[in-house]
């Protein structure tokens, strides 16, 4: 007879099987030992019954905490009814008990924190900063500003898990849970305005007559006081504001009026803000104080100042900044529904390119937040230039070339940390150990460079010893080749003793299945018996089979318990199946269950060295970003600046960096710029070849289009640029440590704001006005131009003699502008101001144009050269070039000289509206002769119609 045995292997046994079993798909993946083997001086430890007996021991490398600027440090000065009280928050220990009340958040990768100071009654907000999963910011403000009491969002477990692990330093720290809505930035910002509210109208008379005040002796630039300091600008609220617009509501104007003063586009720490506030409400309530609270009955909790810090040891500088340097520019996709974008042209897109995913973050972090750490900086321009130099050219591509196989790895060791790695994400870990050793020993081969940081740190922290362990366990657990076949996590052959087993059990399970099937096939009779087979399910077990037409031709003596049919075949249990379930059992599923086992095994004792891969890939990131940065610096032409602590900023032939990219012939420039220097007028009124002479104020007038603006952020940008370490595009260039990059360039109108276009600009200059240091740097483009030229005169040089009378805190500042009566009204003088005057340089001559006329032809040179135009911007040229009609620009420059001379300006008409109008007065002057007494209305109706018939 003929028997048919089945083993229905298809059946995974899905309630057997752990997640990270079941990848559907998986990449060819090669075994690493057939292309480099790793045998470990110290193997993994070993599985009770793994054949092939390892020794491993897990040492971890200790990582030094990442150096976290004093982001709260402030010398501020704060006016009470009596008292004036200065507090400087250091990572030193206080020596006074300061009651702090702290709240922090972390969403989408952003940290935001908003903490008060009960003492002073004092209300601080960050700025929002990119934050990574390790929480080290957070951390360390936890640890610079000592909280008693921590506010965080009831679903935020890694904040709670964080502070909880910081009791042991901070034994005194309570935490407050809140829910997460009170966290939402909508009402944080509503907050704040009800706030400021509350404070201008408890004291609104008294702010009216000290506003009226402070108006009228702001009127001279004389008489105004340098007001900004190192940290931040402090808001008091129930004397330094005043406005009073009938026409508007008062949660708008309180709205516009904090703008100016924190960024209420920081929404994580906005809503920090908002839950504070609405905490210390409660509080003021002595009731819902905690339990033991340390707090008076009496105290009270109403915040009187509002101030805001940011990293100080990152340079500072605001969204709309770095828009309008192009820092990041997002190319949105064609689809409305995909969020993700491109990087267009811009500064990041420039400097990026790196090959791994956690090098692109680390890079993106860089150039987020410049350092202003001279050693930090040094220690990557060095790294640049080692790279980049011509003789390790062919080194760095190499290492890229190794780089490119090292993905997320954080992400891959949670996924193994959850159990949910796929067969893809193992192999990606096997790969970055080792591509590990391999950039290990490119570099320990030899290479006389120990001087370079990067290189210190990758022989220091890349542990061969660990990743050759960790490399051999996966390479001698887990089966690539089969993963892929199954789309599951497969063990190898001799690996395990058990799993050996069962798999031989497996494989012979036919002959099993055909003898049990013969036996049970023998009662039945000779056309029934053939048709007999014994097949297994993972999970249902061991069944008998047999056709569906047989369904009302089953023996019941046979003893067959019908289980369950299909349209094809009756499927039953007899004693023999149910022996076999109990001999055997679900054999496929135990299969699964002993991988699992042995997969989660593997993993327990990978994540032993865990924090170990961590540091080692964010060595590898940073040797990625290094290399961006030197292949720009190759590809580029771009030098090393030198960075310096003194106050100054030199930029020989500097070149903006998008720009040459987008023209044929880049025309460089110089730039001179000392901070701090405006207490005396200067003797000289050009820029001098010289930083002994320079100025920390530029004024730079010139034509339109002859490319004020380009450099204008030409500065910017390469100052940006040398402080993320990156080289620079100049012939030379010394930069000063920067802490501020102010900008106040026209800005385009939204309506997802509150603002016009006058009011960005607005805000912008208040931000400078207000947070400006002597070690800053603003920019300002035609400020003013967005409203009445003579109040945009006026606000420009108002704000141009403020920065000028703060003297030796007057920050590095060069505008723009075509306010030329400044100049040529000789308002601002060289004589009594301390400024450099810059102009752009065009070559300018009289030509002949159509019917004779003599017109002015323009060449722009875009060179920067001392002096100024007092008097032409050129537009009407600029507008004939653009492609504006003759006639209009002809207009245009009658009009020009008529205005400038105080003249009256007279229509100007065609020859045949002047003929029209000749004839038009001719008919009312004959009409003037015809006698009207005489003549009967119809007369006079025919009379008036032949004349105007001649």
Not at 122 to 134: A, Q, R
Not at 443 to 460: E, H, P, S, V, Y
Not at 497 to 513: C, F, K, P, Q, V
Not at 715 to 731: E, K, N
Request: charged share 20%.
């Amino acid at each position: 007879m003929n028997r048919t045995v089945r083993k229905h292997r298809h059946h995974k046994g899905a309630a057997h099987k752990d997640d990270s079993q079941s990848g559907r798909s998986s990449l060819h993946m090669h075994n690493s030992s057939t292309t480099q083997p790793l045998v470990p001086p110290e193997p993994m430890p070993q599985h009770p019954n793994k054949r092939h007996r390892t020794v491993g021991s897990s040492h971890p490398l200790a990582t030094a905490p990442l150096p976290f600027p004093s982001d709260a440090s402030a010398t501020e000065s704060s006016s009470e009814a009596t008292n004036t009280h200065d507090q400087q928050i250091t990572s030193e220990p206080a020596t006074a008990v300061v009651t702090t009340i702290m709240a922090l958040n972390w969403a989408k990768g952003r940290a935001g924190c908003a903490y008060y100071t009960h003492e002073f009654h004092e209300l601080y907000m960050m700025d929002d900063v990119v934050e990574s999963s390790t929480l080290e910011i957070i951390r360390s403000l936890i640890d610079q500003i000592a909280p008693q009491t921590i506010i965080v969002p009831q679903d935020s477990d890694e904040l709670t898990s964080l502070i909880d692990g910081l009791r042991g330093g901070h034994n005194d720290i309570q935490t407050q849970l809140l829910p997460a809505k009170t966290f939402a930035c909508a009402h944080g910002r509503y907050s704040l305005v009800s706030w400021f509210i509350q404070q201008r109208e408890s004291h609104q008379q008294q702010q009216k007559q000290q506003a009226k005040s402070r108006y009228q002796e702001s009127a001279t630039v004389g008489s105004m006081e340098a007001s900004s300091s190192a940290e931040g600008a402090s808001l008091p609220m129930a004397t330094d504001v005043y406005c009073d617009d009938p026409h508007d509501g008062q949660r708008r104007q309180a709205y516009l009026q904090l703008s100016c003063y924190v960024d209420l586009d920081s929404q994580v720490s906005v809503g920090c803000a908002g839950a504070l506030l609405n905490y210390l409400e409660q509080l003021e309530d002595t009731s819902n104080r905690p339990i033991g609270s340390r707090f008076d009955n009496g105290t009270s909790f109403q915040a009187l100042l509002l101030r805001s810090f940011s990293s100080e040891q990152c340079m500072q500088i605001s969204k709309e900044s770095q828009k309008s340097l192009c820092i990041f520019e997002k190319d949105l996709h064609p689809n409305a529904h995909q969020k993700r974008g491109k990087e267009s042209l811009s500064l990041f897109g420039l400097l990026n390119h790196t090959v791994t995913p956690i090098g692109h973050h680390l890079l993106k972090s860089w150039v987020l937040r410049p350092s202003l750490d001279i050693n930090v900086i040094r220690a990557r321009q060095d790294a640049v230039g080692y790279f980049s130099a011509p003789d390790t050219v062919q080194f760095s591509k190499e290492l890229g070339t190794q780089l490119k196989h090292i993905k997320n790895i954080a992400r891959i060791i949670s996924m193994i940390k959850e159990h949910r790695a796929s067969p893809t994400e193992w192999h990606q870990l096997l790969e970055f150990v080792y591509y590990s050793i391999r950039i290990y020993s490119s570099f320990a081969g030899g290479r006389d460079q120990t001087d370079i940081a990067i290189i210190m740190k990758i022989l220091n922290t890349i542990d061969t010893g660990i990743l050759r362990n960790v490399g051999t366990a996966i390479d001698e657990v887990l089966d690539f080749h089969q993963s892929k076949i199954e789309g599951r996590l497969v063990v190898k052959d001799n690996y395990d003793a058990d799993l050996d087993h069962l798999r031989e059990t497996y494989s012979g399970l036919d002959a099993i299945l055909l003898s049990v099937s013969q036996e049970i096939s023998y009662n039945m009779s000779p056309n029934i018996a053939p048709l007999c087979n014994v097949v297994y399910f993972p999970q249902l077990g061991y069944l008998i089979t047999l056709p569906i037409h047989l369904e009302y031709s089953i023996d019941p003596r046979w003893g067959f318990e019908l289980q369950f049919k299909t349209a094809e075949n009756l499927y039953f249990k007899d004693v023999k199946t149910k022996e076999l379930d109990e001999v055997l059992g679900d054999i496929h599923a135990m299969i699964i269950d002993k991988e699992i086992e042995l997969v989660h095994y593997l993993s327990d004792q990978l994540l032993a060295y865990s924090q170990n891969l961590l540091v080692m890939a964010d060595v590898c990131a940073e040797l990625d970003s290094l290399l961006a940065l030197a292949k720009a610096a190759a590809l580029h032409n771009y030098i090393k600046p030198e960075m310096t602590l003194d106050n100054q900023l030199v930029i020989i032939q500097g070149r903006h960096p998008l720009q040459e990219l987008a023209v044929d012939v880049f025309i460089a420039n110089d730039t001179y710029l000392v901070g701090g220097r405006a207490a005396t007028p200067s003797r000289v009124s050009s820029a001098s070849d010289s930083i002994t002479n320079a100025n920390s104020v530029a004024l730079l007038t010139g034509a339109n289009f002859s490319g004020k603006s380009v450099y204008l952020r030409q500065i910017g940008l390469i100052t940006y640029m040398a402080h993320i370490g990156s080289f620079v595009p100049a012939a030379q260039a010394i930069i000063g440590i920067t802490d501020k990059i102010f900008t106040c360039i026209q800005t385009v109108e939204t309506v997802s704001k509150l603002q016009s276009a006058f009011a960005l600009d607005i805000q912008q200059l208040s931000q400078a006005v207000h947070y400006a240091t002597d070690r800053s740097l603003v920019l300002m483009d035609e400020f003013g131009n967005g409203t009445e030229s003579t109040d945009g005169a006026a606000l420009l040089c108002a704000t141009l003699g403020y920065f000028l009378y703060k003297g030796n805190l007057c920050p590095k500042i060069l505008a723009i502008t075509h306010f030329h009566e400044l100049i040529s009204r000789q308002i601002i003088t060289p004589e009594d101001n301390r400024i450099t005057f810059l102009t752009m340089e065009i070559l300018n001559a009289q030509v002949t144009g159509e019917n004779s006329e003599t017109m002015d032809e323009v060449v722009f040179l875009y060179k920067v050269v001392p002096g100024s135009q007092a008097r032409n911007s050129y537009g009407a040229w600029c507008a004939s070039i653009a492609g504006v009609p003759t006639q209009i620009v002809r207009r245009a420059l009658d009009l020009s000289s008529i205005i400038y001379s105080a003249q009256m300006i007279t229509p100007e008409y065609s020859e045949e509206e002047e003929r029209e109008f000749e004839a038009i007065e001719a008919v009312a002057r004959k009409l003037m002769l015809v006698d009207k007494e005489e003549e009967t209305e119809k007369a006079l109706v025919d009379e008036l119609v032949q004349l105007m018939l001649e």
